[in-house]
């Protein structure tokens, strides 16, 4: 079994957003798939149960009890368990972060998601995690062109020395309104969506899968 943290310190960023898309991802690929929501207000619970479909189990779980989570996961045959962590509890996302074997860091192109950000990788190098960064809510570009605030999103990003995942997620209402039901995007109506989210999954999929014998890219960072 394999386990990804979603993370991100500085609320509204998207992070139970793109926990929950990610889980339905690996659910519609054939993946025994479990949502561990440590977040208090629950909002990845209240997606779950808001599917009609079969769909990935959750559990209401402290980051205290994500240890026995785990467990009882690897021993009721999970294939992947995800982790909906609380924004601003640094303790909860050390203990994610401890089990994951990828973790997700949600950033908004804007300087205090950034700098929230900065805080979090400390933490990722300190424990050796392999992670990713994806930027969330992004402004669709026009003409094919990125708007200045992605473009100096990316360069600060670039300049941290992070790794970015090549999908960029764009502020499309689709991926909220689909939740309200359970929902993907990948299960709507909005083709463009769906193609997002599935690149995304693609990208991460091999990365949180893989066999790993040497340094992270935390570590190498």
């Known amino acids: ?24 991802a690996a659910h519609l690929r054939g993946l025994q798939t479990l949502v561990a929501d440590v977040d208090p207000q629950r909002s990845a619970s209240e997606v779950m149960t808001a599917r009609e479909a079969e769909g990935p189990r959750c559990v209401t ?6 240890f026995a989570a785990q467990l009882a996961a690897v021993g009721s045959g999970v294939d992947l368990m995800v982790i909906d962590t609380a924004a601003g509890a640094v303790e909860d996302v050390g203990q994610a972060l401890v089990l994951a074997d990828l973790a997700l860091l949600v950033v908004r192109p804007t300087l205090l998601d950034i700098a929230a950000l ?23 570009p026009r003409g094919g062109v990125e708007a200045p605030v992605v473009k100096r999103a990316l360069r600060a990003l670039d300049y941290l ?49 893989a066999e790993r014998d040497g340094p992270t890219e935390a570590a190498e960072g």
């Open 1 to 24: 079994m394999r386990t990804i943290a979603v993370i991100a310190l500085k609320g509204g960023s998207g992070k139970t957003t793109l926990a929950a898309h990610m889980a339905l």
């Open 61 to 66: 779980v402290s980051g205290a009890g994500l």
């Open 118 to 140: 900065a805080r979090t990788w400390e933490i990722v190098r300190r424990l050796n995690k392999p992670a990713l960064v994806v930027v969330n809510q992004a402004p669709v």
């Open 161 to 209: 020395r992070l790794p970015i995942a090549p999908t960029i997620l764009r502020n499309r209402a689709v991926y909220q309104t689909a939740l309200e039901t359970g929902r993907s995007a990948e299960e709507a109506a909005d083709a463009t969506a769906a193609k997002e989210m599935a690149a995304l999954w693609t990208y991460l999929a091999p990365l949180a899968f």
